[in-house]
């Protein structure tokens, strides 16, 4: 199996701020990376696909980058609406898994 | 508009079954994989089961082996979860999500329900 592990889990930031979320992963996904964005309440949403393809619809100030088995999300000049969790999910091989989630609250 | 709605949750009791149900709109379920998910109460996202678009190859998570089966009627334009032997650890909100299998590395769950809360207790 492949495992997921996000770093940081809690994360602290002002509008306006530039955050970084990383996912490691046990073994390289390849680019069968995807990010999703969970708000309380709500059904998660599609970000990025194919590690750095940012999904129809989503801002471009969300971007999605790495290789091999480190990972990054990165959203530039965070606005109000962002704060949420955040999820990598890897779709090379079965079980399909997802990285423990990196909660984004507002400082 | 393309939808997802799921249906069938409920509460149920140690070792009891559930259906659950996922009607897809605005787009023909035919042509994708799908898939359900879970997430239990201010847990993470479990992915739990993938079909095809046949519904002739299907695959589960381990937890669920031998216990949920995965199905899907395209004339219906429905996905389903038979859910048997259930378990308190099996308490979440299922999502059913259509898997888009794209044709490199493009993969990804681009459509989600909003979700069905099953509850396993006595």
């Known amino acids: 199996d492949i495992q997921l592990t996000q770093s940081p889990s809690f994360l602290s930031a002002s509008a306006g701020d530039s955050v970084t979320i990383t996912c490691r992963a046990s073994q390289g996904p390849g680019s069968y990376l995807a990010w999703l964005q969970q708000k309380p309440g709500k059904a998660p949403k599609l970000l990025i696909y194919e590690a750095s393809t940012l999904q129809s619809g989503v801002p471009s100030r969300f971007s999605g980058s790495g290789s091999g088995t480190e990972f990054t999300l990165t959203i530039s000049s965070l606005q109000p609406e962002d704060f949420a969790t955040y999820y990598c999910q890897q779709l090379k091989s079965y079980p399909i898994t997802f990285g423990q989630g990196t909660r984004l609250e507002i400082k | 508009e393309v939808q997802l709605v799921e249906s069938g949750g409920g509460l149920v009791q140690p070792g009891g079954s559930l259906r659950l149900s996922c009607t897809a709109s605005?787009?023909?379920?035919?042509?994708?994989?799908m898939s359900w998910a879970r997430q239990a109460p201010g847990r993470g996202l479990e992915w739990v089961a993938n079909?095809?678009?046949?519904?002739?190859?299907?695959y589960y998570v381990d937890s669920v082996k031998g216990r949920f089966t995965i199905s899907r009627d395209n004339a219906k334009n429905s996905l389903y979860l038979q859910m048997n032997r259930l378990r308190a650890e099996d308490t979440a909100l299922y999502y059913c999500a259509r898997y888009y299998d794209g044709s490199g590395a493009d993969d990804a769950f681009d459509i989600w329900g909003h979700g069905t809360m099953v509850t396993v207790s006595s």
């Open positions: 605005g787009f023909t379920l035919s042509t994708y994989w």
């Open positions: 079909i095809d678009q046949e519904g002739s190859e299907t």
